[in-house]
């Protein structure tokens, strides 16, 4: 079992940056890969970012692709969504995810966080 903590999200202008960050409890941290997904108002849950157990392979959509960056730092059991030259239409809740499956789908994570809500203003 694992329980995750999203902390991090406010509201900022375009072109800030916000940090994101997700600490997991339970001693399996290590052996999920996390993913960061992101849910705005009237769409569906969308993948945002993910990085293996390892944190050697990581993948973004390409939507944020050159702005945002994730890392996980296991001894902290935390794993982190570096946001930069924000835009309004990244205002979204945003979920931290782990599951053993190293991917893009909703379907390939069991455990979500309770979401952040980022705000980009105009």
């Known amino acids: 079992q694992v329980q995750l903590v999203e902390s991090g999200g406010g509201l900022v202008q375009a072109g800030g940056s916000l940090r994101l960050s997700c600490a997991a409890s339970?001693?399996?941290?290590?052996?999920?890969?996390m993913g960061w997904f992101r849910e705005a108002p009237g769409k569906e849950r969308e993948f945002v970012a993910a990085i293996n157990w390892r944190g050697r392979s990581t993948y973004y959509a390409d939507s944020v692709k050159g702005r945002f960056t994730i890392a996980r730092d296991s001894a902290k059991n935390t794993v982190y969504l570096q946001m930069s030259s924000l835009k309004p239409e990244d205002t979204a809740v945003y979920y931290c995810?782990?599951?053993?499956?190293?991917?893009?789908?909703?379907?390939?994570?069991?455990?979500w966080g309770q979401g952040t809500q980022v705000t980009v203003s105009s």
């Open positions: 339970g001693r399996t941290f290590m052996s999920y890969s």
């Open positions: 995810a782990a599951g053993t499956v190293f991917g893009t789908d909703v379907a390939n994570y069991d455990y």
